[in-house]
């Protein structure tokens, strides 16, 4: 028999742990739940849009009455839930209703503070947290007078809004001299409070309510210094506090909310609470991310796989009021321990401030262009030391050359048909109405739903950006701990930290030991922990074809007719006449279309049939080439100018330097491309400044650099050292190279690799530490003597023939 749940609260937290409920275990209970209000599901976020007439109720509705028929679950609309009987296990509604439970979900939310003052209960007087809410100040703003709202905080000012746009003259009252100062400093509040004052709102600043006058409705609000203003109807917005009544009525802990462990459960193990009514480790949340990931983690639990854990939530706050941009993340209002690092620029409404501390991010708020916060959470989350780039910080991602982030990208502006993922052609018009039409709340969810940022993720501050502008209130994110993939609950730190420590050998093995969710894992999980496992046993784990994506399966790129592209190495960019008559007279015996010179200083032969693979590569093998790896995340080309042994400026052989790098680096599989260049002079003709790794030569020897990429994105190398010898540049290559191998994400460059560790973290490593760079260095070598084996010759001599075998026709 099934179990029977019950949920008290029809919001966003509660409802959504259902709905993570119902992907894990569809058939586990009968649900029931119990809702206040006489509706389905709804977005209150967008209360704001309602009243301000942008929205209708329909519009905000994220599961109507039809879904919770299609799922079996019964609703209770508009019965408020009085009691619970907890020996029992009975819950009972205010007209008599009653349903029994074997687990129950406390989601109640939250309730909105109102001030113990005189005439605070006078018709006229209302809060805003729900539809009853809008209903009554729309039903005020009909008459179109004056309204006073009580609180200059994120509600406060969106309802202030809302009744400007409905026709009424609205004034602010704020306790303090700094309107939302839990998001804002005092100079981007100065700006919000101009830019709202020139719309039309007036605001009473350090003002105390001391009254609300009238006889039988709302006439006037009255202040600590006898300052009367008239008022035909009055907001209080000034805050919320957990609503833990009905739980403190049945005897569960409370403090501020209903005190609940890491799986959510209460005090009493079948009671669970969710969402603004629980105190986790001492804080309550009121943004969507942490209610989200309450749920996940609560859904998790009752569908007995129990594996995941809620640990808090580090947010940042991605805001818009009142159409104006606003982030802030950690303490950015420092202190005499820390260091202000501003940008302000009153001409186009920008404000920057970045609160830094021993050359780490402590915090940072931002007003008008908020492009760069998702950027600037993850430093601080990382704790990465920005002194390798802090010149350049407060210029955003864009200046360092990652992110295609500018001035000219700021969301709001941009036409719907305005590209926004180059690597999956997604446009912004398709990522709003998948938003709108989704009911989507998450960078995750946008990535499911129409693969925005999910591929390269340099977009992804873009989406985010969509995401906070078209939610139109809040927008929080809480990537304290992401993970790989739906299929798990770990991150990648984790799982390497796993493979190595437990000594996993196997993707089986992985996901067998980390209860993985999925039998198989996905497209995502499957290539990440392939290589993970090679990079962590290159003499041991033997490389899973099947989880590779199809290019390095087959060991050459699709083209988009169906064909592939074929592009032998040729080390440092070098050849010879009798090498290229080879290539010649292949291309000639296998009917290649097009034979191109890649910017790589290779040659590729374009247009072969998949059947032909096999073929073209034993050719080309007797010839004495092998595989340019140029399908692979992989180490691909060495570029390299001909340096001073003809060209007048060069300063060292940078031609022999760049084929005994490829020698010595060639084969080994890297979490992404990896691209090096050898430049014989500062005039830099091999373009070595924008590779992942790349050497200058100089007089008095080589300057290395690392982290940069070419591209759709150009980000320029950091310099990492100098070094006098050939040796010396082959040891530093090897040692970074092994320390990417080993610590980046699957499919991160280098670039945004070196930036999320810092560059100073990289130098500590490979420059400071000569013994740790000599066991880089080492490790490098070891995997080597596994990884340079040419792929090409093995299948030409018929390793995974049913790769290329043409499928036979049936009939």
């Not at 009691?83 to 009975?90: C, G, H, L, N």
């Not at 409705?217 to 009544?245: Q, S, T, W, Y």
Request: proline share 3%; with cysteine.
């Amino acid at each position: 028999m099934k179990q029977r749940l019950v949920l008290i609260g029809n919001g966003m937290a509660g409802v959504r742990t259902l709905e993570e409920l119902l992907k894990l275990a569809p058939d586990r209970y009968d649900i029931t739940v119990f809702g206040a209000e006489p509706y389905g599901n709804y977005n209150r976020i967008l209360l704001s849009p309602v009243l301000a007439g942008e929205k209708t109720i329909e519009q905000i509705m994220l599961n109507d009455e039809q879904w919770y028929v299609d799922n079996g679950i019964t609703l209770h609309e508009g019965k408020q839930v009085t009691a619970i009987d907890r020996t029992k296990r009975i819950v009972r509604a205010a007209d008599g209703t009653e349903e029994k439970y074997d687990r129950l979900i406390l989601a109640t939310g939250s309730m909105p503070f109102i001030i113990p003052i005189p005439g605070k209960d006078l018709p006229g007087v209302v809060a805003f947290r729900d539809i009853q809410d809008v209903d009554r100040m729309l039903a005020a703003a009909s008459g179109k007078g004056h309204a006073v709202v009580i609180g200059g905080g994120l509600l406060g000012l969106e309802a202030a809004n809302g009744l400007l746009k409905q026709g009424m003259r609205v004034s602010v009252v704020h306790l303090l001299d700094t309107l939302m100062e839990k998001q804002l400093d005092k100079p981007a509040a100065g700006l919000l409070k101009r830019s709202l004052e020139e719309r039309g709102l007036n605001f009473l600043m350090g003002a105390q309510t001391e009254a609300i006058l009238g006889k039988d409705k709302v006439e006037a609000v009255r202040f600590k210094d006898g300052l009367e203003i008239p008022a035909d109807l009055v907001v209080m917005a000034v805050g919320i506090r957990p609503n833990a009544e009905l739980a403190k009525q049945v005897g569960l802990h409370c403090e501020r909310g209903v005190v609940v462990n890491d799986t959510m459960q209460t005090f009493d193990p079948r009671v669970y609470a969710v969402g603004e009514c629980v105190q986790h480790r001492g804080d309550t949340y009121g943004l969507v991310a942490p209610l989200f990931e309450q749920a996940k983690v609560c859904a998790n639990h009752l569908a007995e796989l129990g594996y995941a854990r809620y640990e808090g939530s580090v947010t940042s706050t991605k805001l818009k009021v009142t159409g104006i941009d606003l982030f802030s993340a950690g303490d950015f209002q420092g202190d005499d321990s820390t260091e202000e690092m501003v940008l302000q620029d009153p001409g186009r409404g920008v404000y920057k401030k970045v609160v830094v501390k021993d050359n780490r991010i402590q915090g940072a708020v931002m007003y008008g262009d908020t492009i760069d916060g998702s950027w600037y959470f993850q430093l601080m989350r990382d704790n990465t030391d920005i002194s390798g780039f802090r010149d350049n910080l407060l210029f955003g991602q864009a200046h360092l050359g990652d992110s295609g982030h500018g001035d000219d990208n700021r969301v709001a502006a941009m036409a719907d048909s305005a590209e926004i993922c180059g690597c999956n052609g997604v446009c912004k018009g398709d990522i709003v109405k998948a938003i709108s039409d989704k009911r989507l709340f998450t960078l995750d969810e946008v990535r499911a739903h129409t693969k925005a940022s999910s591929s390269c993720g340099s977009c992804t501050g873009l989406v985010e950006a969509l995401l906070a502008h078209t939610l139109g209130g809040e927008y929080s994110q809480t990537p304290s701990k992401k993970p790989l993939c739906p299929c798990t609950e770990h991150n990648h730190d984790e799982l390497r930290t796993a493979i190595r420590a437990e000594g996993l050998k196997s993707v089986r093995a992985v996901m067998d030991h980390l209860n993985w969710k999925t039998e198989d894992g996905c497209p995502k999980c499957r290539p990440a922990l392939n290589y993970y496992l090679l990079c962590q046993w290159p003499g041991e784990y033997k490389d899973d074809n099947q989880s590779r994506f199809i290019n390095e399966r087959v060991h050459a790129n699709i083209q988009k007719d169906g064909t592939y592209s074929v592009i032998p190495r040729m080390w440092g960019g070098e050849t010879t006449p009798k090498e290229l008559m080879a290539i010649a007279q292949i291309a000639e015996k296998w009917n290649v279309p097009t034979v191109h010179v890649t910017g790589g200083q290779r040659i590729d032969l374009l247009g072969i049939k998949k059947e032909d693979l096999p073929g073209i590569w034993g050719d080309l093998s007797e010839a004495g080439f092998v595989s340019g790896h140029a399908y692979g995340k992989a180490i691909r080309t060495v570029k390299t100018c001909v340096g001073k042994t003809w060209c007048r400026f060069g300063t060292q052989d940078s031609t022999q330097m760049g084929i005994d790098l490829e020698k010595l680096t060639w084969g080994s599989w890297t979490p992404h491309k990896f691209k090096l260049a050898v430049s014989g002079c500062p005039r830099n003709c091999a373009e070595a400044t924008i590779k992942d790794f790349g050497v200058v030569c100089v007089d008095s020897g080589y300057e290395l650099h690392v982290g940069g990429n070419g591209g759709v994105k150009v980000r320029a190398t950091d310099f990492l050292c100098h070094v006098k010898t050939e040796d010396e540049v082959k040891e530093y290559c090897a040692a970074f190279l092994q320390l990417y191998r080993e610590e980046a994400h699957y499919l991160e460059r280098t670039a945004p690799w070196v930036e999320r560790v810092g560059l100073a973290y990289i130098k500590d490593r490979v420059v400071e530490d000569a013994e740790n760079r000599a066991a880089l260095a080492e490790r490098f070598g070891l995997s080597q003597q596994f990884a340079q084996v040419d792929p090409w010759k093995a299948r030409a001599e018929g390793l995974d023939a049913h790769e290329y075998s043409p499928l036979k026709r049936v009939g």
